[in-house]
């Protein structure tokens, strides 16, 4: 199974200020076949269900808001969160796609300071 | 608009079986694979199993293989989780989710208990 590993597990950030939250997997993720990442990233808030933000790695989905974005290729990817805003505070999670068992990093949660 | 609404959660006895049930609707249920996640308390996402348009393609996490089965009914829009040999570790939330390989809309999710 691939593994995947998000670091920090919390971050504190002012408002207004960027957040950034990395993930690395242990396969690359990077298909030969069509030259995407097969990789995902979410938003939960608590007592709600998770929310897709990005798709092959840096695509975003429609109605999140351009201050997020995400980078990265291979094993290392990135969450980039701009101008941190309070609606932002949640824990956020990557996920490999490429194969099954689809699999999660263990969530970074975003405080405001 | 899409909805998933997640149903059949309760209090399980530890080798006891339960079925989960989703209800789609909103979406043309028979052109996407759908899959389980689950979220044990205060802990993170745990990808279950997923199954594909038809229902001839499953794919299960290790910990459930043998154990949980995924199905379909396109006719009815409801996919479906037999849970067998439960587990206390099997305590969770259950999500239903649409894929799309990934997951790109969610249920609120139903509370399974395993405790005796």
């Known amino acids: 199974d691939i593994v995947m590993t998000q670091s920090p597990d919390s971050l504190t950030v002012s408002l207004g200020e960027r957040a950034t939250i990395n993930c690395k997997s242990s396969q690359n993720l990077l298909s030969s076949s069509d030259n995407k990442n097969y990789l995902a990233w979410y938003q939960q808030k608590p007592g709600q269900p998770p929310r897709l933000l990005i798709r092959w790695a840096s695509t975003r989905e429609s109605g999140v808001p351009d201050r997020l974005s995400g980078s990265g290729s291979g094993t290392d990817f990135t969450l980039t969160i701009n101008s941190l805003q309070a609606e932002d505070v949640a824990v956020y999670y990557c996920?490999?796609?490429?194969?099954?068992?689809?699999?999660f990093g263990q969530g970074t949660k975003v405080e405001i300071k | 608009e899409v909805q998933l609404v997640e149903s059949g959660g309760g209090l399980v006895q530890p080798g006891g079986s339960l079925r989960l049930s989703c209800v789609a609707s909103g979406f043309t249920f028979e052109n996407y694979w759908m899959s389980w996640v689950r979220q044990a308390p205060g802990k993170g996402l745990e990808w279950v199993a997923n199954i594909n348009k038809d229902g001839s393609a499953k794919y299960y996490v290790g910990s459930v293989k043998g154990r949980f089965t995924i199905s379909r009914d396109n006719a009815k829009n409801s996919v479906y989780l037999q849970m067998n040999s439960l587990r206390v570790e099997d305590t969770a939330i259950y999500y239903c989710?649409?894929?799309?390989?990934?997951?790109?809309?969610w249920g609120q999710g139903t509370l399974l208990t395993v405790s005796s």
């Open positions: 989710a649409r894929s799309q390989w990934p997951e790109d809309k």
């Open positions: 996920q490999q796609f490429y194969s099954a068992p689809l699999t």
